[in-house]
């Protein structure tokens, strides 16, 4: 049960000042994070580009305190913005955006504002935004949080988890014309309460939500990188044109695979960059244990 530990200790700032302070621990987040600032993703996304494969950028940080620092990342989007533009990769491009980086925990709007000040620079650019779900404490906030962008950005979607109990009940809202909506199964370690425990039960759930946005009149993104989960999408979008839904996978994460389906499909790929790549290393620890025992090889072999 390695999983619930790891997903612990991605909470822990014991662990993470332990973790970050280990060198050698830079060779294995290499593989899951594209660079510690914005030039290495611009590097990570030319290749992308090249392969035929769309991205969506995530400047690292999450559950921020401090109001300074929100704004820190609101800036480092505008920055993204920018610099894509100048590339010329901003056309068809995607931001993924954690609220609780932009000051969702703290009072007022804060959040809110710096999202919509996002929204309309990666707009004005030809870029789309989707915010990313996080724990259950905050989808209440997040979903009402998306109403109000869509109000003037109908475009900007959202990452719903098919783990969370309420997530059916959910979908409701999202299956109308042009709401995109990211499925993925769901990174955080929640009780039984709220989420479904077993593999087995999430990924029921996962096609059945996967189902509903399939039949629906929104612009679905599977993000996942299972096998079975692939070829399920892929028989429920044959009714479908080929761009009205799109596969996503995470930076680093079956690969041969990403570059496989671009060949037929619309494919992009989440890539993550910056200093504060903690939290989401530790999260693609606990979902595969193999990738802890890479990550202590890589101890021992030097
Ligand atoms: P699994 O059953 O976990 O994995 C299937 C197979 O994929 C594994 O057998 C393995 O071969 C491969 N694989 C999966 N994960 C890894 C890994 N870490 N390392 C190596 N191989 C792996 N979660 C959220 O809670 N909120 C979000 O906003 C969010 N955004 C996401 C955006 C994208 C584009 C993607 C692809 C995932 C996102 N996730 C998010 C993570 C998601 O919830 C899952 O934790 C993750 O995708 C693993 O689930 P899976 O569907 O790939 O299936």
């Known amino acids: 049960m390695l999983s619930p530990l790891l997903l612990a200790a991605a909470r822990s700032r014991r662990m993470r000042g332990l973790v970050t302070s280990i060198p050698l621990t830079r060779g294995v987040v290499d593989r899951f994070v594209a660079g510690d600032d914005l030039a290495g993703a611009l590097h990570a996304v030319g290749e992308l580009d090249a392969a035929g494969l769309r991205v969506t950028l995530d400047h690292l940080g999450e559950d921020t305190r401090d109001r300074a620092q929100a704004t820190a990342t609101r800036d480092a989007y505008l920055e993204l913005f920018t610099a894509f533009a100048d590339h010329g990769y901003a056309g068809g491009a995607d931001a993924s955006v954690k609220l609780s980086a932009l000051g969702q925990a703290l009072p007022g709007d804060l959040a809110l504002d710096h999202a919509r000040e996002i929204c309309a620079a990666a707009g004005r650019v030809g870029m789309t935004v989707t915010l990313d779900m996080e724990d259950h404490t905050t989808v209440d906030s997040t979903l009402e949080i998306l109403g109000k962008l869509r109000v003037d950005f109908p475009w900007v979607g959202v990452a719903i988890q098919s783990m969370l109990r309420r997530t059916e009940g959910d979908l409701k809202d999202?299956?109308?014309?042009?709401?995109?909506v990211r499925l993925v199964k769901g990174a955080y370690a929640e009780p039984a309460s709220v989420a479904f425990q077993s593999k087995r039960d999430v990924d029921r759930a996962y096609v059945r939500a996967l189902r509903t946005l399939m039949n629906g009149d929104g612009y679905p993104m599977v993000g996942s990188h299972d096998p079975r989960i692939i070829e399920i999408a892929l028989s429920l979008a044959a009714g479908r044109s080929p761009s009205s839904y799109e596969f996503q996978m995470l930076y680093g994460i079956r690969t041969a695979e990403q570059r496989r389906l671009a060949e037929g499909h619309r494919m992009r790929v989440y890539v993550p960059y910056g200093?504060?790549?903690?939290?989401?290393?530790?999260?693609?620890?606990?979902?595969?244990?193999?990738n802890l025992v890479f990550f202590l090889r890589s101890f021992t072999s030097r």
């Not at 939290?279 to 979902?287: D, Q, S, V």
């Open 275 to 290: 200093a504060d790549w903690y939290g989401y290393f530790m999260r693609r620890l606990a979902e595969r244990p193999a």
């Open 174 to 180: 999202l299956v109308g014309e042009g709401s995109r």
